[in-house]
């Protein structure tokens, strides 16, 4: 394959998928559109969780023991926040806290997300193009038996805990997809569609919610292929089963498959997983090993060849 | 002494004094009016360098040996924003960057200057209130021969190299005392009010420009006392000697007696210093150990006594 490839991606799995991407791609050919859902204003700063961790962990930044952030950090920012009694439950680590404060600073000067993202990805040593969803704030709020909670609220401060009812993405009525995921996706090489095994729900549906995207998505070249993230049944992280038992779905990949309906052209299931109605192909999907991740990656991209 | 002792300081010379003045004033009788003219947004943070330099100071916090900022500090956050390109000439450390996100968006929700460092100043522990001269913002510039400069442009980033032609305070005329201040002059059990010997053009002057500040110095029912802050003609530490020249002074006690003219009503001289006019006294003003620091205090308010 010497076409370019776009992958559709949310936080730490989706990086994993995008990580492996970058060893199956030729140089210049991989874009990522990424979720912004997650985004948040938090002590006045701008805190973008999945570019972040995208950035990190193509970067060779992020620590991978820990699973989110940075290796080598520190804390020090934290440990004095909480000595002036400010809000500690969002951590921030010293060297992270530079994105979220320059991001502020740039877009309050007048700077697009994509513009400064753009930059950090160079600055950091990404590889890729990182292109934010949306330039226009659209902001994932989980309706719980709790109340209506602000993403970050609801998966960082009360760790998932409260039933999720519905999801809905503030803002995005008012969005439109940011100028680098419309060229990437009218690519005249483009040869696949890649949507990482992000949480469907949380990560991938904000991406869907910005107007434009889906039939931008439908209108390209080339297959929109997912991998699909419940091999076997079971969540490799996060809220993922949580949810969908909350919303009523069986943990199956057809639950997915029906998630996706006319919009993937072919799933990538797990070895675990029973066939499914729409093409498929299925490998084992669980990504520990920089190996795994080039080995769903080379899957996720003969899929799309077929 | 059992009276209340108001002590008005600029940064780091008249933390020292302050330090001082806690061993030798009764609980709950010292205030501390301190200079916010070097105060400023950097990065959309808000940065009060001379109230954190007396809160770490008093609180035990400040590192004694590099001179500013913070003991055991630490610097991920710097580094980080090197690599991305951030400004960073003005250095932020870790710890002490929690105190300029905090009062920044505590501003932004409408608390004063004054309620902040009440706030951070309980917290960490400092002992005695500090009060900002004023709850509106006033920019210390200083005009050169290079521009018209912001205070820290002129401060940090060249290092007091322009050559000084004047100093004006912006924002100045719209500033009033802050509540606190108003407070502690009115105090009726008032017995000294201490000029610390802190720069008078950059640090004093910034305080002195707010409307009615002037007043309410003079009205008070206690003496005004200057610490000087030239021992023998030299500067103990940064700029005063250089801009002094620069404004075509002497580098004497004269030219700082002539500078408070009627506002002071006694000067504590060094003992290399010759005599003036005014009424004075005279002790070793160095401050290099606690002992020194509250020796200076203790002659200070015996000056004021008299």
Redo the contacts between chains.
């Keep these: 394959m010497t076409g370019s490839v776009v992958v559709v991606t949310g936080g730490i799995g989706g990086a994993k998928l995008v990580l492996g991407l970058t060893h199956v791609v030729p140089a210049g050919k991989l874009t990522a559109i990424v979720n912004t859902g997650d985004d948040t204003d938090h002590?006045?700063?701008r805190v973008s969780p999945d570019i972040d961790t995208l950035i990190y962990t193509l970067s060779g930044l992020s620590d991978t023991e820990r699973g989110w952030g940075r290796k080598g950090?520190?804390w020090?920012?934290?440990?004095?926040?909480r000595?002036?009694?400010?809000e500690d439950w969002f951590n921030l680590?010293?060297?992270?806290?530079?994105?979220h404060?320059?991001r502020?600073?740039r877009l309050?000067a007048g700077e697009t997300l994509s513009q400064i993202t753009a930059?950090?990805a160079a600055?950091?040593g990404a590889g890729i193009p990182i292109i934010p969803m949306s330039d226009q704030p659209v902001a994932t709020r989980v309706i719980t038996d709790e109340g209506d909670l602000a993403f970050q609220d609801y998966f960082v401060r009360r760790r998932c805990a409260p039933r999720v009812e519905s999801i809905r993405f503030e803002g995005a009525e008012a969005a439109r997809p940011s100028p680098g995921v419309i060229e990437a996706l009218a690519a005249p090489d483009l040869e696949a569609i890649i949507i990482a095994p992000s949480n469907p729900w949380l990560s991938v549906d904000p991406i869907l919610a910005v107007p434009g995207m889906a039939d931008l998505l439908r209108a390209a070249k080339a297959p929109v292929v997912v991998v699909t993230p419940l091999p076997g049944g079971k969540a490799v992280k996060g809220p993922t089963a949580k949810i969908m038992e909350e919303l009523g779905l069986e943990l199956t990949a057809a639950s997915i498959e029906a998630h996706y309906a006319g919009l993937a052209d072919a799933f990538l299931l797990d070895d675990a997983d029973p066939p499914i109605g729409s093409p498929h192909a299925a490998c084992d999907t669980w990504m520990t090993s920089l190996d795994d991740r080039i080995r769903v990656a080379r899957a996720a991209l003969d899929l799309a060849r077929r």
């Design positions: 002590l006045g700063l950090e520190t020090g920012f934290m440990a004095s926040l000595t002036i009694g400010g680590g010293d060297h992270d806290l530079a994105l404060v320059e502020a600073r309050r930059d950090f600055k950091l």
